[in-house]
Nanobody, 129 residues
Framework: QVQLVESGGGLVQAGGSLRLSCAASGRTFSAYTMAWFRQAPGKEREFVSAISRSAGTTYYADSVKGRFTISRDNAKNTVYLQMNSLKPEDTAVYYC??????????????????????WGQGTQVTVSS
């Protein structure tokens, strides 16, 4: 069973930064695309960013492009999300997720929550104005 544990959330003022981490159990971490999603109160879960197995390809939602950076360390089974220039609208619970399919996946599969089989418990990020 795969377990994902997020950390690094908290309360920050607008313009500030946070770095989220997601530690994964298991020996096949490097075989899977990893992603970050977020969910604000009363809203659906939305895609934030994804990173391919070797970190050669990254994707970002337009709302975070240029402010957030996703990375991974396969030796540590960990994926990160560096969040800079935070805005109040970034306030949400942030979840990391592991894709259902090992290996190559089509670009359209990066963005869909239904294509991710394992999820962490989430970490709260609150940005005050």
């Amino acid at each position: 069973q795969v377990q994902l544990v997020e950390s690094g959330g908290g309360l920050v003022q607008a313009g500030g930064s946070l770095r989220l981490s997601c530690a994964a159990s298991g020996r096949t971490f490097s075989a899977y695309t990893m992603a970050w999603f977020r969910q604000a109160p009363g809203k659906e879960r939305e895609f934030v960013s994804a990173i391919s197995r070797s970190a050669g390809t990254t994707y970002y939602a337009d709302s975070v492009k240029g402010r957030f950076t996703i990375s991974r360390d396969n030796a540590k089974n960990t994926v990160y999300l560096q969040m800079n220039s935070l805005k109040p609208e970034d306030t949400a619970v942030y979840y990391c997720a592991r894709h259902t399919t090992a290996g190559y996946i089509d670009i359209s599969d990066y963005y869909l929550p239904s294509r991710y089989a394992y999820w962490g418990q989430g970490t709260q990020v609150t940005v005050s104005s």
